[in-house]
């Protein structure tokens, strides 16, 4: 019998329902899934105060998680798959995934074994995955697939969507916008990743140097996002750095800098975002190769067409 790890962290519980929908194929095709909730010694809340949403930003980006309660699975356990299932946080890796690959334990658990990435975000994943995956490979783990998660919904719509169901913890229409997140199709639609990981496993395909999720439109890439976030990515670089030279998390003292941050971000928004837009569209002859590399790139391990849809 194969042993698969499913490591995760959901706030909101949109992630533990697609987790539920992954992993009942694979119990179903005779495998033992142990699915592992992380729990931070302090918990993150959920809907998330407004100044406390904000201070989550600088300690995500530089990677300095809060640490995480220990794993509730005996010692020395040992797994022939482990499963990431995550989110993102200021285009970074969540803080409790973050914490998970920087422990001792998550370190043990993943060296030398086949990792498949799930990522369930608004619409912006390319930097977090490249963090997740220069994790992965530093401790010993083999990213041998990712899926991609992201709202369906126009981008400039998600931008009020996904912040109101965050600070409010209301993901229904709104002002005759759709729901927040994932959509009820996109989540029964992730039991084929559980199909093709059960039958990949019965036949020992987690051992080779190859995608298991291949041909199944495991991710979505949209050139105009790889841009405006990389943009985003330097510049979150920058303001998390000066918000810790003010304190530490959870310190008073730093919610000037914090508000600040909230300011830019806003005008950012409202500005920067649709005039980068528009450039990268007038620019895209001049960047074609480029941006032919970063689809490529983004479109690794697992791919981008639908060859094996027959799974759906």
Request: with cysteine.
């Amino acid at each position: 019998m194969k042993n698969v790890l499913i490591v995760s962290y959901s706030q909101s519980g949109q992630l533990a329902d697609i987790v539920t929908a992954l992993a009942h194929p694979l119990e179903a095709g005779g495998i033992q899934v142990h699915h592992e909730v992380l729990r931070p010694q302090t918990a993150f809340p959920f809907p998330w105060p407004f100044f406390a949403f904000l201070d989550a930003f600088p300690e995500s980006v530089c990677l300095d998680p809060r640490p995480n309660k220990p794993l509730a699975m005996p010692d020395g356990a040992v797994f022939d798959l482990v499963i990431l299932a995550w989110t993102v946080w200021y285009l970074s890796p969540s803080q409790p995934i973050t914490a998970f690959l920087q422990s001792a334990e998550g370190k043990r658990l993943i060296k030398g074994k086949p990792v498949v990435s799930l990522v369930v975000c608004r619409n912006m994943w390319f930097s977090a995955f490249d963090t997740l995956k220069t994790l992965v490979t530093e401790v010993g783990g083999r990213l041998v697939d990712h899926v991609a998660l992201t709202d369906e919904s126009p981008s400039l719509l998600t931008f009020i969507t996904t912040p109101r169901w965050m600070l409010t913890g209301r993901r229904g229409r709104f002002l005759g916008m759709p729901p927040a997140g994932i959509n009820a199709q996109q989540t029964a639609g992730v039991t084929r990743f559980g199909v093709a990981l059960a039958e990949a496993l019965a036949h020992d395909e987690e051992k080779r140097e190859q995608s298991m999720l291949s041909g199944l439109c495991a991710v979505k890439v949209v050139p105009h996002l790889i841009m405006s976030e990389r943009a985003g990515r330097r510049a979150f670089r920058v303001w998390s750095k000066l918000v810790r030279l003010c304190g530490r998390a959870g310190q008073w003292r730093r919610v000037p800098a914090l508000i600040l941050f909230a300011l830019y971000l806003t005008a950012a928004i409202l500005t920067i975002v649709p005039l980068h837009f528009v450039l990268q569209r007038l620019a895209a002859p001049l960047f074609a190769r480029r941006i032919a590399a970063a689809i490529r790139h983004y479109g690794q391990p697992s791919g981008t067409d639908g060859a094996r849809m027959t799974y759906e």
